[in-house]
């Protein structure tokens, strides 16, 4: 059983809401963000100190809203809300 989102995120069935991008890590974005654990993450940290947790096992750098379309497009992320403090 997953867990239901959030908030909902697009439907997927709707080809008319993903216009053609040619960035793998969009591609990556999108899959992601819509991934009810990372979702539950975020919603757990976003207001957490960001060197008191790490977001690895997501394969990212920083914490992103999963609400942002956009928000990890490799270095430049829009809608960052941490980032992880290096030791």
Not at 8 to 18: F, G, M, R, V
Not at 38 to 59: I, L, M, S
Request: hydrophobic share 35%; proline share 8%; glycine share 4%.
């Amino acid at each position: 059983m997953s867990a239901k989102a959030p908030y909902p995120i697009k439907d997927y069935q709707d080809a008319s809401q993903y216009p053609a991008r040619k960035s793998v890590n969009a591609w990556r974005w999108e899959f992601l963000r819509r991934n009810p654990e990372y979702q539950a993450f975020h919603a757990e940290h976003k207001d957490c100190d960001p060197r008191k947790f790490t977001v690895w096992q997501f394969g990212l750098r920083s914490l992103y809203d999963p609400i942002f379309d956009d928000a990890y497009q490799g270095d430049a992320a829009p809608g960052i809300h941490h980032s992880i403090a290096h030791i």
